[in-house]
């Protein structure tokens, strides 16, 4: 399970490689999961810092995809427990939903690194 | 005319196309379908005059070759099982259609097993896909397969002993939030495809998700289908056949009879009756009385065509 998450960490990072080619990556900060369970994500919303991985994992036994809005990411069709990681750099409100399931909605709010003053 | 076509345009014109020239070129030819081959049954004159003949095909849907968890671990045992019961109809139907959720993941596999079974009926099959069957990244294996002479994403339409058939894809581009979708492009194609077409001819039209709101929360309809169905509103019978929700459900508004089929693959549950629409595992002894196929009669004179849902075993 741990190889599995750091490979498509991995892989996630390389894709977001060119996001982030500006400036450089901001601290670690602790890595976040959703789930995709009963054609829903849960936590549908989350808040998390900047630099933040968000790792989904499929747990329904139909494909899903997690697709952004703006179309800033996609993954792939997700199996039965493949994982899908993206690294959200800059602080927003990025919305996705499941591209084949598109009532499938959630969102990821992403403060930044020095925002704790915020919550 | 289209840019999937131009396989046939090395090997001669293809069944479609001859069907859409005549019909652009208004010849008094009359064109009438039998396993796939076009004939023609003589200038309009004498066809007209000529009792239009019945005619019967099949409808199978959401095959999902590759799909192998608890609710059917062998979905191509069920799938062959249905060509098994087509072969074995008392009266031949004409052609098959289709309605999409050929494979589970979009791999090249997946199709070449249902291309192996689903041959074996020895009938043109009219394909339109499903969301499975896009997966792949350049959305290429659906097109390569079955795209050939469509437009868009796949859709095209095709006349048979004077029933007019179009196969729609509303599950492409799809947006967030929303359901199905046929999308500008397709709509307009449409009111194009029937501009001209008298009222009195039979439509059939055939798509993946149900083009009526059966289920929004589980986004079981089609956003802009009231849409495509008010370009249908001025023809005397209508026919809607859909897949995606695997389970037999028909509804009837004025002039046109919703339907959908069977999966051949896994059962899902009624609408609200479970947390999510996915896979219902049921009792092995249950679970082919809720897999099958619908055979689909067309009477002349008839406004409703007569749809029989034939489970895999009573």
Redesign the interface.
Same mark, same amino acid.
């Given at each position: 399970m741990r190889r599995a998450t750091r490979s498509t960490i991995q892989a996630a990072t390389l894709a977001v490689a060119t996001l982030v080619v500006a400036g450089s990556l901001p601290a670690r900060a602790a890595d976040v999961a959703v789930k995709i369970d009963?054609? $829903?994500f849960a936590p549908e919303r989350v808040t998390v810092k900047a630099g933040t991985t968000v790792t989904w994992t499929n747990e329904?036994?139909?494909?899903h995809t997690i $697709?952004s809005?703006a179309r800033l990411f996609k993954s792939? $069709?997700l199996?039965?427990d493949d994982k899908y990681a993206f690294t959200f750099t800059t602080p927003g409100v990025y919305?996705?939903?499941c591209?084949?399931?598109?009532?499938?909605?959630g969102t990821i709010v992403v403060e930044a690194e020095t925002g704790s003053a915020l919550r | 005319m289209s840019e999937f076509d131009s396989e046939q345009d090395r090997t001669g014109v293809n069944r479609r196309k001859v069907l859409e020239c005549m019909t652009w070129a208004g010849t008094g030819v009359l064109w009438t379908i039998a396993g796939g081959v076009p004939r023609a049954a003589g200038i309009m004159g004498e066809a007209m005059a000529a009792e239009p003949a019945g005619l019967s095909f099949l409808q199978i849907s959401d095959s999902h070759m590759g799909f192998d968890k608890p609710a059917n671990p062998n979905v191509i045992g069920t799938l062959e099982e249905a060509i098994g019961k087509i072969k074995t109809l008392p009266i031949k139907p004409s052609f098959m259609i289709h309605t999409g959720d050929i494979t589970h993941l979009s791999k090249p596999s997946e199709f070449d097993d249902a291309e192996r079974i689903i041959s074996q009926a020895r009938l043109d099959v009219h394909y339109v896909p499903g969301e499975h069957d896009i997966l792949d990244e350049e959305v290429k294996l659906y097109r390569e397969r079955y795209g050939r002479g469509t437009k868009g994403s796949g859709w095209y339409s095709f006349d048979a002993n004077g029933v007019h058939f179009i196969g729609l894809v509303n599950v492409a581009n799809l947006k967030a939030g929303g359901q199905g979708s046929l999308g500008e492009e397709q709509l307009a194609w449409l009111a194009d495809d029937l501009n001209g077409r008298t009222d009195s001819t039979p439509i059939v039209v055939f798509a993946h998700i149900p083009l009526w709101v059966v289920y929004p929360a589980w986004g079981w309809g089609t956003e802009d289908s009231g849409r495509a169905l008010d370009t249908l509103k001025r023809f005397g019978s209508v026919t809607v056949l859909n897949g995606h929700i695997h389970q037999v459900m028909q509804k009837v508004e004025g002039n046109v009879t919703f339907h959908t089929a069977s999966s051949t693959a896994f059962p899902q549950p009624a609408p609200g009756t479970a947390p999510s629409p996915g896979p219902m595992k049921v009792a092995d002894d249950k679970l082919r009385s809720l897999l099958g196929i619908a055979e689909v009669t067309f009477k002349p004179g008839q406004q409703r065509l007569a749809i029989v849902d034939q489970p895999l075993k009573a």
């Amino acid at each position: 399970m741990r190889r599995a998450t750091r490979s498509t960490i991995q892989a996630a990072t390389l894709a977001v490689a060119t996001l982030v080619v500006a400036g450089s990556l901001p601290a670690r900060a602790a890595d976040v999961a959703v789930k995709i369970d009963n054609f $829903a994500f849960a936590p549908e919303r989350v808040t998390v810092k900047a630099g933040t991985t968000v790792t989904w994992t499929n747990e329904d036994d139909i494909p899903h995809t997690i $697709a952004s809005s703006a179309r800033l990411f996609k993954s792939k $069709a997700l199996d039965t427990d493949d994982k899908y990681a993206f690294t959200f750099t800059t602080p927003g409100v990025y919305q996705y939903f499941c591209s084949l399931h598109p009532h499938m909605t959630g969102t990821i709010v992403v403060e930044a690194e020095t925002g704790s003053a915020l919550r | 005319m289209s840019e999937f076509d131009s396989e046939q345009d090395r090997t001669g014109v293809n069944r479609r196309k001859v069907l859409e020239c005549m019909t652009w070129a208004g010849t008094g030819v009359l064109w009438t379908i039998a396993g796939g081959v076009p004939r023609a049954a003589g200038i309009m004159g004498e066809a007209m005059a000529a009792e239009p003949a019945g005619l019967s095909f099949l409808q199978i849907s959401d095959s999902h070759m590759g799909f192998d968890k608890p609710a059917n671990p062998n979905v191509i045992g069920t799938l062959e099982e249905a060509i098994g019961k087509i072969k074995t109809l008392p009266i031949k139907p004409s052609f098959m259609i289709h309605t999409g959720d050929i494979t589970h993941l979009s791999k090249p596999s997946e199709f070449d097993d249902a291309e192996r079974i689903i041959s074996q009926a020895r009938l043109d099959v009219h394909y339109v896909p499903g969301e499975h069957d896009i997966l792949d990244e350049e959305v290429k294996l659906y097109r390569e397969r079955y795209g050939r002479g469509t437009k868009g994403s796949g859709w095209y339409s095709f006349d048979a002993n004077g029933v007019h058939f179009i196969g729609l894809v509303n599950v492409a581009n799809l947006k967030a939030g929303g359901q199905g979708s046929l999308g500008e492009e397709q709509l307009a194609w449409l009111a194009d495809d029937l501009n001209g077409r008298t009222d009195s001819t039979p439509i059939v039209v055939f798509a993946h998700i149900p083009l009526w709101v059966v289920y929004p929360a589980w986004g079981w309809g089609t956003e802009d289908s009231g849409r495509a169905l008010d370009t249908l509103k001025r023809f005397g019978s209508v026919t809607v056949l859909n897949g995606h929700i695997h389970q037999v459900m028909q509804k009837v508004e004025g002039n046109v009879t919703f339907h959908t089929a069977s999966s051949t693959a896994f059962p899902q549950p009624a609408p609200g009756t479970a947390p999510s629409p996915g896979p219902m595992k049921v009792a092995d002894d249950k679970l082919r009385s809720l897999l099958g196929i619908a055979e689909v009669t067309f009477k002349p004179g008839q406004q409703r065509l007569a749809i029989v849902d034939q489970p895999l075993k009573a």
